[in-house]
Nanobody, 122 residues
Framework: QVQLAESGGGLVQAGGSLRLSCAVS????????MGWFRQAPGKEREFVAA???????YYADSVKGRFTISRDNAKNTVYLQMNSLKPEDTAVYYC????????????????WGKGTLVTVSS
């Protein structure tokens, strides 16, 4: 069983930055593909970014060039650096564990964190 714990959400003004962290336990972290999804009010959960075990990076078009996903295998942690935030980035952000790389859909993920709220004010 893999446990995921997100942190780093909060309120930020448009144009600002936040860094989300997800601490992982329960399995050898370096063997896990990891990702971030988000769910805005009234919308379905959507893919944001992912990083494979070989550090290949994947991004949704809406965040490409603004968000950066990274991992620290020594700390069992995956990060999402979010810059140039926009009000439309407001959502609950979920850490996704054991992403198998087959697709950008939720079905490609085995484990989920509880989520952390990011609110971007205009």
């Amino acid at each position: 069983q893999v446990q995921l714990a997100e942190s780093g959400g909060g309120l930020v003004q448009a144009g600002g930055s936040l860094r989300l962290s997800c601490a992982v336990s329960g399995r050898t972290f370096r063997t896990l593909g990891m990702g971030w999804f988000r769910q805005a009010p009234g919308k379905e959960r959507e893919f944001v970014a992912a990083i494979s075990v070989s550090n290949r990076l994947y991004y949704a078009d809406s965040v490409k060039g603004r968000f950066t996903i990274s991992r620290d295998n020594a700390k069992n942690t995956v990060y999402l650096q979010m810059n140039s935030l926009k009000p439309e980035d407001t959502a609950v952000y979920y850490c996704a564990g054991d992403w198998d790389g087959s697709s950008r859909y939720e079905s490609a993920v085995d484990y989920w964190g509880k989520g952390t709220l990011v609110t971007v004010s205009s």
